[in-house]
């Protein structure tokens, strides 16, 4: 049975930075593809980044690109979002999924696992 568990959430100043991970278990993640996703009160859940686990290419919202970064532990089987420069419009609850047939990784109806989310909170 797949398990996605996120940690790293926390209350942190506008211009701040959190490094979130997720750990996987419960298969080989060969052929997989991991993505965060974020979802603010009021709002619909959002691609943030995704990672192929096998060749490790990346893949970033622009809302976040140069200030996010997507990576993998393959020996821990887990994944980090660190985030940078941190504004009050990133804060959300941030979910890690898993999909082995992701076509577009920006959508999550192509993700069969989810994680339980971590709670950012970014104060301005």
């Known amino acids: 049975q797949v398990q996605l568990v996120e940690s790293g959430g926390d209350l942190v100043q506008a211009g701040g930075s959190l490094r979130l991970s997720c750990a996987a278990s419960g298969r080989t993640f060969s052929g997989y593809a991991l993505g965060w996703f974020r979802q603010a009160p009021g709002k619909e859940r959002e691609f943030v980044a995704a990672?192929?686990?096998?060749?490790?290419?990346?893949y970033y919202a622009d809302s976040v690109k140069g200030r996010f970064t997507i990576s993998r532990d393959n020996a821990k089987n887990t994944v980090a979002l660190q985030m940078n420069s941190l504004k009050a419009e990133d804060t959300a609850v941030y979910y890690c999924?898993?999909?082995?047939?992701?076509?577009?990784?920006?959508?999550?109806?192509?993700?069969?696992?989810w994680g339980k989310g971590t709670q950012v909170t970014v104060s301005s």
């Open positions: 999924a898993a999909g082995s047939s992701v076509g577009d990784t920006t959508t999550p109806y192509d993700y069969d696992y």
């Open positions: 990672i192929k686990w096998t060749g490790g290419n990346t």
